[in-house]
T-cell receptor, first 110, second 117 residues
Framework: DAKTTQPTSMDCAEGRAANLPCNHS???????VYWYRQIHSQGPQYIIH???NNETNEMASLIITEDRKSSTLILPHATLRDTAVYYC???????????FGTGTRLTIIP | GAVVSQHPSWVICKSGTSVKIECRSL??????MFWYRQFPKQSLMLMAT?????????EQGVEKDKFLINHASLTLSTLTVTSAHPEDSSFYIC?????????????FGEGSRLTVL
């Protein structure tokens, strides 16, 4: 699976959009981009995933660049409950395993 | 969304004893479940892949005789930490894949915090 690079930490004001970047420059054509988050002392929570098209669900939007070398997770109206570690994971098609990196610690500020 | 439940949420045991952690998929069947371990302020590390009706597949460096995995049914996998020692104290998390498609999302349990005295 391709390696990802994320900023160690980010802050975002409550009510604002939180934009979390992820670099995956070595991604191959059949690797998907997944986002999970982990609130303190809980198991990871699935957020969204995509291959090459932008995706949106009730939690977030995923913007993948045309060359697929990077992506951005957008939380449109961040709340205090969105404070968590966010993991960007690239997963090879057919590989059920998830390899977690260090993620981005997002802190929502009141 | 799909629910994966772990039990117990936290457990404290004496050194040398064995501890069993259960992972259940409550509203779906999972032929494959995964067990992770997470030390404080670190990321999740995959320990093993649990396959229903067959032996688990362990990641490099994980002792299979130390961490016994049993996937007896399509909704239950158990992890037994045998002869636990303080260095086994950690946050243990399981996950299960929803759906038959290979791109289905993985859902995680709430985690089980083990403290070995």
């Amino acid at each position: 699976d391709a390696k990802t690079t994320q900023p160690t930490s980010m802050d975002c004001a409550e009510g604002r959009a939180a934009n979390l970047p992820c670099n995956h420059s070595t991604i191959s054509g059949n690797e998907y981009v997944y986002w999970y988050r982990q609130i303190h002392s809980q198991g990871p929570q699935y957020i969204i995933h995509g291959l090459k098209n932008n995706e949106t669900n009730e939690m977030a939007s995923l913007i993948i660049t045309e060359d697929r070398k990077s992506s951005t997770l957008i939380l449109p109206h961040a709340t205090l409950r969105d404070t968590a570690v966010y993991y960007c994971i690239v997963r090879f098609f057919g590989n059920e395993k998830l390899t977690f990196g260090t993620g981005t610690r997002l802190t929502i500020i009141p | 969304g799909a629910v994966v439940s772990q039990h117990p949420s936290w457990v404290i045991c004496k050194s040398g004893t064995s501890v069993k952690i259960e992972c259940r998929s409550l509203d779906f069947q999972a032929t494959t479940m995964f067990w992770y371990r997470q030390f404080p302020k670190q990321s999740l590390m995959l320990m093993a892949t649990s396959n229903e009706g067959s032996k688990a597949t362990y990641e490099q460096g994980v002792e299979k005789d130390k961490f016994l995995i049993n996937h007896a049914s399509l909704t239950l996998s158990t992890l037994t930490v045998t002869s636990a020692h303080p260095e086994d104290s950690s946050f243990y998390i399981c996950s299960a894949r929803l759906g038959t498609g290979l791109t289905g999302e993985l859902f995680f349990g709430e985690g089980s915090r083990l403290t070995v005295l």
